[in-house]
């Protein structure tokens, strides 16, 4: 009995390791550096413990612009090189058409565009590509400004009621600020909707996110395994199934209620009601658009901007008290544009803040919230020596893409000149990631560029920021998509 017990073990030890082992070798046919793999769990053996987009940039540093890595038992490749990334994100984008389809246990969040293959995909997009052009965005600065006037009036009261008397300066946690903020202001400008208490980082709905989205879930040894043996995902923390629906029901009814009232906003929930409107067409029922379909690009949209652009705007404020003198020519350009347009806030003159624009890139740069930009290879692909076999794994490690020093000199120092208008040739055309590229890259770049340069001018037309002896980043490990990090204590007063 024993015996049997024994040789049962020993077999199903042994398809274990054969099965995490499996694609072992298949990156180094592709005639490229691998980061060597362990044993069992891949090249990433203490995923959870590490920062990943740091670890992106030692291999950079050490294997160069090509790397493979075993991510548990998937292969990938991670491409650093700008002309690699035109080829491969753009010039033969049709050979990457996909990402990963991940299933996050419910039809709302898996059917986001992100995750969409290509041919439903691309119906799904197009409808919606009209509302980040300039002109629609315009059309929702008015409610984009009411939001921004709000976060305006919640630091005034800071500045007036937590103000250290000697000083003058009061204490705020800015990334908690901005993560209320921007989820008001994509509400707000996508859907028309006031959230109750949207300026409280406690506000329900906030909440609700923040369980759909992970971001206080811890990463163990648990999660690393996963990486090799993916059934034990059913063990690891997954997202929240009753904020989803809750959420879910909200978009529903906030669409169904505009319907019923034949209400127009130009807003994205139009959008939204004329696609559902089409659910019942030929082209929608043969690729499986369906109302769930549809109500996930919400979801998308709301999961796809707050965060970002709470991370970037977190990350200026950061760079901006780090560099006094950056922040007071900030203050200067700003006050020229005011003087220029008499005390108004112009939002089709925000072209003029070139160098708030380069302050805002260059943090983008140094901080790219989305951390590796992704494509799967859906037909064998080469380009000289490196050959890509169908159903690899394509990552964009942004954070070491934007640490190249041949594209961008002293890569580590904060340098807003970089992106002057007279220097942009000088970099690669496609060695800035942040958004991605190519046909698959993010739709919504236009909209979060303008509302957070908007909310920038109103915020330093009235405020300065000062660092504190506390205000210090951390990175937490072992995350892989939006990149997270502890809250940021930071001194802000009203400008004299
Ligand atoms: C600063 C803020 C933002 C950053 C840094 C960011 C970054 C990205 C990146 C890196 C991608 C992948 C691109 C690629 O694979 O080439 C992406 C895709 C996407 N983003 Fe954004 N994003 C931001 C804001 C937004 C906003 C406000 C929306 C609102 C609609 C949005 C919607 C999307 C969608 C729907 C996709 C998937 C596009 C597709 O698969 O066709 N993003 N974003």
Request: a neutral charge.
């Amino acid at each position: 009995m024993i015996l049997v017990l024994l040789a049962i073990a020993i077999v199903l030890i042994s398809a274990l390791v054969l099965y995490a082992r499996w694609n072992y070798g298949t990156l180094e046919k592709m005639n490229i550096p691998v980061v060597k793999p362990s044993f069992l769990l891949g090249s990433t053996p203490d995923l959870h413990l590490k920062v990943q987009h740091l670890e992106d940039v030692l291999r950079f540093q050490k294997h160069g612009k090509v790397f493979g890595v075993y991510e548990g038992r998937k292969p990938m490749v991670f491409i650093c090189d700008p002309e690699l990334l035109r080829l491969i994100m753009v010039k033969d984008a049709e050979y990457f058409k996909d990402r990963r389809a991940i299933d996050l246990g419910d039809e709302q969040v898996n059917e986001m565009m992100d995750f969409l293959p290509y041919d439903k995909w691309k119906e799904v997009r197009s409808p919606m590509t009209p509302f980040f052009t300039q002109g629609k965005i315009k059309l929702v600065s008015q409610s984009m400004k009411e939001s921004i006037l709000d976060l305006c009036t919640s630091i005034r009261a800071d500045c007036n009621f937590n103000r250290d008397q000697n000083h003058g300066f009061a204490n705020i946690l800015i990334d908690q600020k901005f993560e209320a903020f921007y989820m008001d202001l994509s509400f707000r400008s996508a859907f028309g909707i006031k959230i109750d208490d949207h300026l409280s980082s406690d506000n329900e709905v906030l909440k609700m996110f923040r369980d759909i989205s992970g971001q206080d879930a811890e990463f163990n040894f648990l999660y690393t395994l996963t990486m090799s043996f993916p059934f034990l995902t059913k063990f690891a923390p997954t997202l929240d199934a009753d904020a989803t629906k809750k959420i879910g029901a909200t978009f529903r009814n906030v669409l169904s209620a505009r319907r019923s009232a034949g209400q127009k906003n130009n807003d994205f929930a139009d959008i939204l009601n004329e696609m559902i409107g089409k659910t019942s067409s030929p082209q929608y029922k043969r690729l499986g658009i369906t109302d769930t379909t549809i109500i996930a690009q919400a979801f998308n949209f709301i999961l796809a901007g707050y965060e970002a652009m709470k991370t970037i705007s977190t990350m200026l404020t950061y760079y901006l008290v780090k560099h006094p003198e950056i922040q007071e020519k900030v203050h200067e350009e700003i006050d020229a544009f005011l003087e220029r347009n008499n005390g108004e806030v112009l939002f089709e003159k925000l072209g003029e803040l070139v160098y708030l624009h380069a302050c805002l890139y260059e943090t983008m740069r140094l901080v790219p919230p989305f951390i590796r930009p992704e494509r799967i290879c859906t037909k064998d692909w080469e380009h000289e020596n490196l050959k890509i076999k169908k159903g690899t794994m394509v990552m964009i490690p942004a954070w070491a893409v934007h640490r190249n020093p041949e594209q961008f000199p002293d890569p580590e120092e904060f340098k807003p000149e970089r992106f002057l208008p007279e220097n942009k040739s000088k970099m690669h055309p496609y060695a800035f990631m942040t958004f991605g590229t190519g046909p698959r890259n993010c739709i919504g770049m236009r909209f979060a560029v303008e509302a957070m340069k908007y909310a920038f001018v109103h915020i330093l037309k009235e405020f300065k920021f000062e660092m504190r002896h506390d205000t210090v980043i951390k990175y937490k490990p072992g995350v892989l998509f939006f990149v997270q990090y502890n809250h940021i204590p930071i001194n802000v007063a009203k400008r004299a």
